[in-house]
């Protein structure tokens, strides 16, 4: 287990939040903003690239890709048109973030998406915002306006600020290029990868809003200062949505060693309820949960990956012991078979199925052969689907289970 | 005007063709057209799916299945004041379900319906992505969060 | 050409290749729903899963295209699973309906379920209900939840018909296939998607109920309905002649000619067998006296038609030809006409209104073989001249293969001025029409399901249509009935098959040099000066 690192004193992602007009253009210069777009123009594409591998930034929108190394995956020499697409479809149950950085730092995506596009490539970008994000879409599109107005953007990159219309399947990374092209948000077939063939048929990049925010300061500050903040494996700070039975919840940078112990209990305060910690979510509902004798674990992918669940979008959900993991698992297994795309066979079919368990299990009409019955059927259906979208359903059907398994069978047998 | 017999005026229509032309295949323009019409004509009635059809050169089952796939566009009139309130999981721990319970007290409908007077359509939604304000309802443009029933109280008073 | 090894067999297939397509060529079949040759990837029902080495996941091999040195494997422990998986899931919420579903017997959940399901079931909650026994359209019957989702027919009206009718609204499994609300699925090729569809989801309206499957045989023949000649498969009901109100053609399906029709045939060719079992059969020969209609026997009849003919001066005669006549059918006339002397022959009777064609399959001219009337010679004359000249009493005999000259462009008082005109009225053919009430011998021809024969298609493709079922009532083949026509006539030996007549035909007539039945085959064969 990595050692955790200090937290940091210095708030980089955050830095502009708790400003009033923090949204506006002049106050994002005031605290250095557009200084990273100013050296990454007199750096050559590769260069930029390269950084961004040597800062080990990971994808922060859930997958935890290296962004460096997606961005490579672009064809050397491509004659037409390379799209990035930046994924604001945030939707993961437990993740606030990028809603905050959309309403409160605008410009530090823009300023992003200005620097990925010259690296990879690219004169046309897509920011995708969920549909329900009307207030982060209002902020986000006035400052598109500034940068025009101010000569950053149409000058070699222009933005199509897009709408979505309510799907969480449309943040998985070809879900929303389905949804982008005028289609229900279906992901697609791999291969071929989006960076090969994505949006409209071309070179795509996409990556989370995060992410890219995170890409200024990279250049600014140089990638080793980037991976020294973090881990081995994965540089720099993210921002961890802290929600449940916590007494701050809210949003806080940290670097991606920080512990799951010292989030909730020196920066959300600890835990409510009463008192005692249960249970935790640590990367958004799709990850599997962790018990409170689990939570000494470092927050970063890898650290992450080897307490088996994963850092996914950061979402981190406390649960007390009077919270009913059973119950739990109806609201989630219900969340997973209303967002269920339909489109392949296993997750169509089981997402419903697992769903109607739960809740039968809840009301107290559960059967003894439900709870092997649905950790079959998870385990039989990983891998076989489409997208991830059902491996992120099996992490709480399989883990709620197999964690709190007597808590379910407590219920069962009083049917 | 109306959704039975949609027609864009002539500063809509120049609007559509302008979100047209931002993409590489116009037909990208679909999901920010279909919001525009259902601003304009209240919801996407049939013929409204038919007309945004037309503009786009699509027949109507591929815009059928757009409309009937997201949860954002309306297919019934709704209500002059949507309230969508959150039963994901952070906002269910922090008390979703009384929320919803006092709502549909308060306003007489289950989720999913309209009140009588045309004023508040109220649904139960998934997560918002607003979980550090639990419980929390959209109503129309803007978020609502740590809730109580008295502050949903007050913010249906203000409904009109 | 990538060489690739399948289940231990080595391969070389050309690039491109998918597996699906790579393992069928060394006959190992991987189940599948969603994969069809003619339609885009979809990739959706995920049991085409296969093992790849060095891949650490199971592939679906419809998305896989072949590489160099690949080595697949369709039936480890881990397929299998999956595949037993993978129809669990589908049959989570589909209903029971195999007692009272068409497609039981054809129906690949059942197909599959027995060779790579055999699970118990353990769902025991509601299933998801959707609607059931919706038309869609004129012919085709949709049951939402019998649907397994595998889009085959909604990629069908995008990609092939170009008419996109079909969808799948909603998501998850509340996910539904559907019209637009109010449309209808009425492009000229709708039956297809029943073909397509591997379950009871999508099933003909007019087989609905009629009879099981498993009381059919099927044989291979030749649509009649235009110039294409798509080839198709008849199928017939034998063994329950109680059930399908009696019909013994129950249905048509398309058969798979690269060359011609692919996969698909239209749907007035897909719906127009109805004639072959219907009232209007002309069973029986029969000879008008007066108002008196007497049923003779073959026997009687031959010798007194031959006698007709030749008791008139050649250019007394004046002959219809149809251009349905198989190419047999044509060659016996042809010698017919030639022993008798007749010049006036044609086979040009224009319809009503002009045939609707298409870019697709549908030709204008709907007879199956005028290319094969042309070569052969049947059209030296002008068929609307005969008709006139017999109103002139200058033709005496007229003799009508199966035209309903009242459904033809020509003025109906002409026709009906020809048909009185002529002193004697011949009609050979399979249905009774207005035409046929006017004849004075009338010779019941048997339907091509009947008999056997060749069509030459509009691109001069000679393809075969085998014989499913025995004549109805004492019909015979067109060419039984020419042969003996001829032997009574000429004294020539009639032939005793229609391929003795082919053969004859092919060392006579030069289009058709070199060709036999066994060239022509399943796929058809062009004519010489067709070929490239």
Same mark, same amino acid.
């Given at each position: 287990?990595?050692?955790?690192?200090?937290?940091?004193?210095?708030?980089?992602?955050?830095?502009?939040?708790? $400003?009033?007009?923090?949204?506006?253009?002049?106050?994002?210069?005031?605290?250095?903003?557009?200084?990273?777009?100013?050296?990454?123009?007199?750096?050559?594409?590769?260069?930029?690239?390269?950084?961004?591998?040597?800062? /080990?930034?990971?994808?922060?929108?859930?997958?935890?890709?290296?962004?460096?190394?997606?961005?490579?995956?672009?064809?050397?020499?491509?004659?037409?048109?390379?799209?990035?697409?930046?994924?604001?479809?945030?939707?993961?149950?437990?993740?606030?973030?990028?809603?905050?950085?959309?309403?409160?730092?605008?410009?530090?995506?823009?300023?992003?998406?200005?620097?990925?596009?010259?690296?990879?490539?690219?004169?046309?970008?897509?920011?995708?915002?969920?549909?329900?994000?009307? %207030?982060?879409?209002?902020?986000?599109?006035?400052?598109?306006?500034?940068?025009?107005?101010?000569?950053?953007?149409?000058?070699?990159?222009?933005?199509?600020?897009?709408?979505?219309?309510?799907?969480?399947?449309?943040?998985?990374?070809?879900?929303?290029?389905?949804?982008?092209?005028?289609?229900?948000?279906?992901?697609?077939?791999?291969?071929?990868?989006?960076?090969?063939?994505?949006?409209?048929?071309?070179?795509?990049?996409?990556?989370?809003?995060?992410?890219?925010?995170?890409?200024?300061?990279?250049?600014?500050?140089?990638?080793?200062?980037?991976?020294?903040?973090?881990?081995?494996?994965?540089?720099?700070?993210?921002?961890?949505?802290?929600?449940?039975?916590?007494?701050?919840?809210?949003?806080?940078?940290?670097?991606?060693?920080?512990?799951?112990?010292?989030?909730?209990?020196?920066?959300?305060?600890?835990?409510?309820?009463?008192?005692?910690?249960?249970?935790?979510?640590?990367?958004?509902?799709?990850?599997?949960?962790?018990?409170?004798?689990?939570?000494?674990?470092?927050?970063?992918?890898?650290?992450?990956?080897?307490?088996?669940?994963?850092?996914?979008?950061?979402?981190?959900?406390?649960?007390?012991?009077?919270?009913?993991?059973?119950?739990?698992? $109806?609201?989630?297994?219900?969340?997973?078979?209303?967002?269920?795309?339909?489109?392949?066979?296993?997750?169509?079919?089981?997402?419903?199925?697992?769903?109607?368990? %739960?809740?039968?299990?809840?009301?107290?009409?559960?059967?003894?052969?439900?709870?092997?019955?649905?950790?079959?059927? =998870?385990?039989?259906?990983?891998? %076989?689907?489409?997208?991830?979208?059902?491996?992120?359903?099996?992490?709480?059907?399989?883990?709620?289970?197999?964690?709190?398994?007597?808590?379910?069978?407590?219920?069962?047998?009083?049917? | 005007?109306?959704?039975?017999?949609?027609?864009?005026?002539?500063?809509?229509?120049?609007?559509?063709?302008?979100?047209?032309?931002?993409?590489?295949?116009?037909?990208?323009?679909?999901?920010?057209?279909?919001?525009?019409?259902?601003?304009?004509?209240?919801?996407?009635?049939?013929?409204?799916?038919?007309?945004?059809?037309?503009?786009?050169?699509?027949?109507?089952?591929?815009?059928?299945?757009?409309?009937?796939?997201?949860?954002?566009?309306?297919?019934?009139?709704?209500?002059?004041?949507?309230?969508?309130?959150?039963?994901?999981?952070?906002?269910?721990?922090?008390?979703?379900?009384?929320?919803?319970?006092?709502?549909?007290?308060?306003?007489?409908?289950?989720?999913?319906?309209?009140?009588?007077?045309?004023?508040?359509?109220?649904?139960?939604?998934?997560?918002?992505?607003?979980?550090?304000?639990?419980?929390?309802?959209?109503?129309?443009?803007?978020?609502?969060?740590?809730?109580?029933?008295?502050?949903?109280?007050?913010?249906?008073?203000?409904?009109? | 050409?990538?060489?690739?090894?399948?289940?231990?067999?080595?391969?070389?297939?050309?690039?491109?290749?998918?597996?699906?397509?790579?393992?069928?060529?060394?006959?190992?079949?991987?189940?599948?729903?969603?994969?069809?040759?003619?339609?885009?990837?979809?990739?959706?029902?995920?049991?085409?899963?296969?093992?790849?080495?060095?891949?650490?996941?199971?592939?679906?091999?419809?998305?896989?295209?072949?590489?160099?040195?690949?080595?697949?494997?369709?039936?480890?422990?881990?397929?299998?699973?999956?595949?037993?998986?993978?129809?669990?899931?589908?049959?989570?919420?589909?209903?029971?309906?195999?007692?009272?579903?068409?497609?039981?017997?054809?129906?690949?959940?059942?197909?599959?379920?027995?060779?790579?399901?055999?699970?118990?079931?353990?769902?025991?909650?509601?299933?998801?209900?959707?609607?059931?026994?919706?038309?869609?359209?004129?012919?085709?019957?949709?049951?939402?939840? $019998?649907?397994?989702?595998?889009?085959?027919?909604?990629?069908?009206?995008?990609?092939?018909?170009?008419?996109?009718?079909?969808?799948?609204?909603?998501?998850?499994?509340?996910?539904?296939?559907?019209?637009?609300?109010?449309?209808?699925?009425?492009?000229?090729?709708?039956? /297809?998607?029943?073909?397509?569809?591997?379950?009871?989801?999508?099933?003909?309206?007019?087989?609905?109920?009629?009879?099981?499957?498993?009381?059919?045989?099927?044989?291979?023949?030749?649509?009649?309905?235009?110039?294409?000649?798509?080839?198709?498969?008849?199928?017939?009901?034998?063994?329950?002649?109680?059930?399908?109100?009696?019909?013994?053609?129950?249905?048509?399906?398309?058969?798979?000619?690269?060359?011609?029709?692919?996969?698909?045939?239209?749907?007035?060719?897909?719906?127009?067998?109805?004639?072959?079992?219907?009232?209007?059969?002309?069973?029986?020969?029969?000879?008008?006296?007066?108002?008196?209609?007497?049923?003779?026997?073959?026997?009687?009849?031959?010798?007194?038609?031959?006698?007709?003919?030749?008791?008139?001066?050649?250019?007394?005669?004046?002959?219809?030809?149809?251009?349905?006549?198989?190419?047999?059918?044509?060659?016996?006339?042809?010698?017919?006409?030639?022993?008798?002397?007749?010049?006036?022959?044609?086979?040009?009777?224009?319809?009503?209104?002009?045939?609707?064609?298409?870019?697709?399959?549908?030709?204008?001219?709907?007879?199956?073989?005028?290319?094969?009337?042309?070569?052969?010679?049947?059209?030296?004359?002008?068929?609307?001249?005969?008709?006139?000249? =017999?109103?002139?009493?200058?033709?005496?005999?007229?003799?009508?293969?199966?035209?309903?000259?009242?459904?033809?462009?020509?003025?109906?008082?002409?026709?009906?001025?020809?048909?009185?005109?002529?002193?004697?009225?011949?009609?050979?053919?399979?249905? =009774?029409?207005?035409?046929?009430?006017?004849?004075?011998?009338?010779?019941?021809?048997?339907?091509?399901?009947?008999?056997?024969?060749?069509?030459? /298609?509009?691109?001069?493709?000679?393809?075969?249509?085998?014989?499913?079922?025995?004549?109805?009532?004492?019909?015979?083949?067109?060419?039984?009935?020419?042969?003996?026509?001829?032997?009574?006539?000429?004294?020539?030996?009639?032939?005793?098959?229609?391929?003795?007549?082919?053969?004859?035909?092919?060392?006579?007539?030069?289009?058709?040099?070199?060709? %036999?039945?066994?060239?022509?085959?399943?796929?058809?064969?062009?004519?010489?000066?067709?070929?490239?």
């Amino acid at each position: 287990m990595n050692q955790p690192a200090a937290v940091p004193t210095e708030a980089i992602l955050t830095r502009n939040f708790g $400003r009033a007009d923090s949204y506006t253009l002049t106050a994002y210069r005031e605290t250095g903003g557009y200084a990273g777009w100013a050296k990454a123009l007199a750096l050559e594409p590769a260069a930029i690239t390269d950084a961004v591998k040597r800062s /080990n930034l990971r994808g922060l929108g859930g997958a935890g890709f290296p962004t460096g190394t997606k961005w490579s995956f672009v064809p050397k020499g491509h004659a037409g048109p390379i799209y990035l697409v930046i994924n604001a479809d945030e939707g993961e149950p437990g993740t606030v973030k990028d809603r905050y950085l959309l309403e409160r730092d605008p410009h530090a995506l823009i300023e992003g998406m200005l620097i990925a596009a010259r690296a990879i490539g690219s004169r046309l970008a897509f920011v995708y915002i969920r549909g329900e994000y009307i %207030t982060p879409w209002r902020r986000f599109s006035a400052a598109v306006r500034e940068a025009y107005d101010a000569g950053y953007l149409g000058r070699g990159l222009d933005v199509v600020v897009h709408r979505g219309a309510g799907a969480y399947i449309c943040g998985e990374e070809t879900g929303l290029i389905s949804s982008l092209e005028g289609r229900k948000g279906w992901p697609k077939l791999k291969p071929p990868f989006p960076a090969i063939k994505g949006a409209f048929g071309a070179p795509t990049i996409v990556n989370n809003v995060e992410t890219i925010c995170q890409v200024p300061h990279i250049v600014n500050r140089g990638p080793e200062w980037f991976a020294a903040l973090g881990t081995k494996t994965q540089g720099g700070t993210r921002l961890y949505s802290v929600s449940g039975r916590v007494r701050r919840p809210g949003v806080y940078e940290a670097s991606v060693a920080v512990t799951l112990r010292q989030l909730i209990y020196e920066h959300a305060g600890g835990v409510t309820g009463n008192g005692r910690l249960k249970a935790v979510v640590p990367g958004g509902a799709s990850a599997a949960i962790l018990r409170a004798d689990e939570i000494d674990v470092t927050m970063d992918v890898d650290g992450l990956r080897n307490a088996g669940t994963m850092a996914g979008s950061a979402g981190v959900i406390v649960m007390d012991e009077t919270v009913s993991i059973p119950d739990a698992l $109806r609201v989630v297994a219900r969340f997973y078979a209303h967002e269920s795309c339909g489109q392949c066979t296993p997750c169509r079919e089981t997402t419903g199925w697992i769903h109607r368990m %739960t809740e039968r299990i809840v009301e107290g009409r559960g059967h003894k052969e439900d709870l092997d019955t649905i950790l079959d059927v =998870a385990r039989r259906g990983t891998g %076989t689907t489409i997208c991830a979208f059902y491996d992120g359903a099996v992490g709480p059907y399989i883990s709620y289970i197999e964690k709190f398994r007597a808590e379910f069978e407590a219920l069962i047998r009083h049917a | 005007m109306s959704p039975r017999h949609p027609q864009f005026t002539s500063e809509q229509l120049a609007e559509v063709r302008r979100l047209q032309g931002l993409y590489p295949d116009a037909r990208g323009a679909l999901l920010p057209v279909l919001h525009l019409a259902q601003e304009v004509f209240g919801y996407i009635s049939e013929e409204v799916e038919e007309y945004v059809a037309g503009l786009f050169g699509l027949a109507p089952a591929p815009v059928h299945e757009v409309v009937t796939f997201y949860t954002m566009y309306f297919r019934e009139p709704k209500g002059r004041h949507v309230v969508s309130v959150c039963h994901n999981l952070s906002c269910h721990l922090a008390g979703a379900p009384a929320i919803l319970d006092h709502l549909r007290r308060r306003l007489g409908i289950e989720p999913g319906g309209t009140t009588d007077d045309g004023r508040v359509t109220l649904l139960a939604v998934e997560c918002l992505c607003a979980c550090e304000m639990a419980p929390m309802l959209q109503v129309d443009d803007r978020y609502e969060g740590n809730l109580t029933p008295e502050t949903v109280d007050r913010l249906l008073d203000q409904l009109r | 050409m990538p060489k690739l090894t399948i289940d231990g067999q080595p391969l070389e297939v050309p690039p491109g290749t998918n597996l699906i397509e790579a393992a069928r060529r060394i006959g190992i079949e991987i189940p599948h729903y969603c994969y069809h040759p003619a339609l885009s990837i979809a990739g959706q029902c995920r049991l085409c899963v296969i093992d790849i080495e060095k891949v650490p996941r199971p592939q679906v091999a419809c998305n896989t295209v072949v590489a160099e040195g690949m080595v697949v494997h369709t039936e480890t422990e881990r397929v299998l699973e999956t595949r037993k998986s993978i129809m669990e899931f589908h049959l989570i919420n589909h209903p029971l309906d195999c007692p009272v579903c068409d497609q039981a017997g054809e129906c690949w959940l059942q197909i599959y379920y027995m060779k790579h399901g055999l699970y118990d079931p353990r769902m025991v909650d509601e299933k998801v209900h959707k609607p059931k026994a919706v038309p869609l359209g004129p012919h085709v019957m949709l049951d939402a939840e $019998r649907c397994i989702l595998c889009s085959r027919c909604v990629r069908f009206c995008d990609e092939v018909t170009g008419t996109s009718e079909l969808g799948i609204f909603h998501r998850g499994d509340r996910s539904e296939i559907g019209l637009f609300p109010g449309q209808e699925l009425a492009n000229k090729y709708s039956g /297809n998607v029943v073909d397509i569809c591997p379950v009871g989801a999508l099933t003909d309206r007019d087989f609905r109920f009629q009879v099981r499957v498993w009381y059919l045989d099927t044989q291979k023949s030749i649509c009649p309905g235009c110039a294409r000649g798509c080839n198709i498969e008849v199928h017939v009901s034998r063994r329950r002649p109680h059930h399908a109100e009696g019909r013994r053609v129950v249905r048509l399906k398309p058969r798979f000619n690269e060359a011609v029709n692919k996969w698909w045939i239209c749907d007035a060719g897909r719906y127009g067998s109805a004639f072959v079992d219907d009232d209007t059969r002309l069973q029986v020969p029969a000879r008008r006296d007066g108002e008196k209609t007497l049923e003779i026997a073959w026997t009687e009849m031959i010798p007194l038609a031959a006698g007709r003919l030749r008791g008139y001066r050649a250019d007394e005669i004046g002959i219809l030809a149809s251009p349905t006549l198989s190419n047999e059918d044509l060659f016996l006339l042809r010698r017919l006409c030639d022993a008798l002397g007749v010049g006036a022959v044609d086979y040009r009777v224009p319809p009503a209104r002009p045939g609707d064609e298409d870019d697709f399959l549908i030709r204008a001219d709907k007879s199956a073989n005028s290319r094969g009337a042309a070569l052969i010679g049947l059209g030296g004359a002008d068929a609307r001249a005969i008709l006139g000249a =017999a109103r002139d009493r200058r033709v005496k005999c007229l003799w009508i293969f199966g035209h309903d000259l009242l459904a033809s462009a020509w003025p109906e008082g002409e026709v009906r001025d020809g048909l009185r005109g002529a002193e004697t009225v011949i009609f050979q053919g399979t249905n =009774a029409n207005r035409t046929s009430a006017y004849a004075h011998l009338v010779l019941p021809a048997a339907a091509y399901p009947e008999r056997e024969g060749t069509w030459t /298609n509009f691109e001069g493709r000679v393809q075969r249509f085998r014989q499913a079922l025995a004549p109805l009532g004492r019909a015979l083949p067109d060419w039984e009935i020419l042969g003996r026509l001829l032997q009574e006539v000429q004294g020539a030996p009639r032939p005793a098959r229609a391929e003795e007549c082919f053969r004859d035909l092919a060392a006579t007539e030069p289009a058709f040099a070199g060709m %036999t039945y066994r060239s022509i085959g399943d796929a058809g064969q062009l004519v010489r000066a067709a070929r490239p």
